[in-house]
């Protein structure tokens, strides 16, 4: 029987998984290297190897409701799109409501993890752990959850650049990025055009003479300011949005992306992608076209070659006198001390079961937590995991045969590189809403909106034409929440109280106002029954489905 369980990192995944053994009653106790909580979210002025670093100007790419975790709505006076300081702060908050820093051993480092001789019986493990001051010792525990993130390791191929040695500037991982210093009046090159290469390329560009950021592929930007001013990401992530883009997604894709280029012309400023925009994620950026049209940032393809002070792109063009050169191009993941036969690939992937649980072990009591990639913020996703897989441990759930997870993991990452682009930097993709909510199913707490519509229609229309916030998945079932309905009708409140800061007085309304909305009640009542006919298949309707 699953008691006592060992979480490995205190970020984000770290704290959700800490608060779902909590909630099982189960005994966590973890393990964290660095001397506090927060993981990527915590600046660190000293770069340490193998732990993750933020840059200093980092906006988190998701807004507060979105990425807020499902019992724990964030205060309303943060900003949407919170600066890192802001976002340890609300991890900070979390941590101490729940009472969960009494269960953290810092500087403390998991330096390896074995299955215990007598594993096939018990599913034990031991952990063993080594301190700041070089103490080692070994552990027994019951379960175990990885939450170590995937952003500690720099990939710096330098040997795919011609030339590099003979290159007299400065050249560095992205990973060692804190600030613009030293680069003033410089010209920097900046290789990789990922959110990190776009954030720092940006940076830099305020105090450089001349930043040329250099892209093999392109990709479809995203600011974080949508329809109306509001978060764009609260704006679009709605179950409505994702279920018409699944009905039909050529024509959802054509529609976001003529969207997008009314805002600036992706091929016109050398950005656009062969991709779709749904196949990749995007990069998200306010400032990007800004600093592109005031020449502050040039867009450049792949680097060819290396010279003494110049760099030549793949089209022939010379960038010469260039004084530093950043490296944006990825992590690679990397578990050091599971064990070589649990870190078996699919693909790019690790075979993971759900892309949590290892299919091959006797006992289901290991889960990987958060190594996941979507549209959208990570946080619901991890802790989603996390509940399913202390449910797991406790037999609640139960998994099926090793064939038959082997297979379908097999299938899922056919399947995903077929829609996605996947690559070792970007090993796995997964349609946020429907992974959530599938496990969200097997833990019982996926919000039945049918049911809902009948009892109380106002809230199953927040939960399919509002933004899909993780306050659904404590509406019913385990874990039940009951400040989850309040949260849902109040996050547009937390949303609009930031902007509050010099309040405009509202013009009296009239009848057309009037009109208009009863109009919109109306629309939003048809998308919600089209909604239900095509995710329940309403037997009442049967030949209605096959049309939408």
Known sequence: MVQKVAVIGAGPCGLSSIKACLDEGLEPTCF????????????????????????????????????AFSDFPPPAELPNNMHHTEVLLYLRLYAQTFNLLQHIHLQTKVVGLRRRPDFDVTGQ??????????????????????????????????????????????????????????????????????????????DISRVAERVYLSTRSGAWVVGRVGPGGLPFDAAWNSRLVVTLASLFPTWSNWMLERKLNEFFDHKLYGLKPKHNFWAQIPVINDDLPGRIISGRIQVKPNVKEFRETSVVFTDGSV????????????????????????QAKSDYRLRLYKHVIPPTLAHPTLAVVGFIHGLGAINSMAEMQARWATRVFKGLISLPAEDIMVKEIETETAT????????????????????????????????????????EPTLALQVVLGPRTSYQYRLSGPGK????????????????????????????????????????????GAALLCYLIYNWHLPFLPSVAPQL
């Not at 990527?40 to 990425?67: A, F």
């Not at 070089?134 to 990885?146: L, P």
């Not at 009109?515 to 629309?523: E, T």
Request: glycine residues 8%; hydrophobic residues 35%.
């Open 416 to 455: 995903m590189n077929q829609k996605f682009v996947c690559s070792e930097r970007n090993p796995l993709q997964v349609d946020v809403i429907p992974y959530t909510d599938s496990l969200a199913e097997q833990v019982g707490s996926k919000p039945n909106i049918l049911q809902l519509l009948f009892t």
């Open 481 to 524: 929440w009951a400040g989850a309905r309040q949260a849902i009708f109040t996050q547009k409140q937390r949303i609009t109280r930031p902007f509050r800061t010099r309040v405009v007085s509202e013009e009296p309304g009239n009848e057309a106002s009037s009109i208009l909305s009863i109009l919109l009640a109306f629309i939003a």
């Open 125 to 202: 493990w031991d952990v063993e752990t080594e301190t700041a001051d070089g103490r080692r010792q070994t552990h027994v525990f019951d379960a175990v959850m990885v939450c170590t993130g995937h952003y500690t390791q720099p990939h710096l191929p330098l040997s795919h650049f011609s030339g590099i040695e003979s290159f007299k500037g400065r050249y560095f991982h992205s990973w060692e990025y804190r600030n613009a210093k030293g680069l003033e009046g410089k010209r920097v090159v900046v290789i990789g055009f990922g959110n990190c290469g776009c954030d720092i390329a940006v």
């Open 32 to 67: 964290e290297s660095s001397d506090d909580i927060g993981g990527l979210w915590r600046y660190k002025e000293k770069l340490v190897p193998g732990r993750t670093n933020i840059y200093q100007c980092v906006i988190i790419n998701s807004s507060k409701e979105m990425m």
């Open 319 to 342: 960038i010469d006198k260039v004084d530093a050169v950043v490296f944006a191009t990825g992590y690679n993941y990397s578990f050091p001390f599971l064990p070589p036969d649990l």
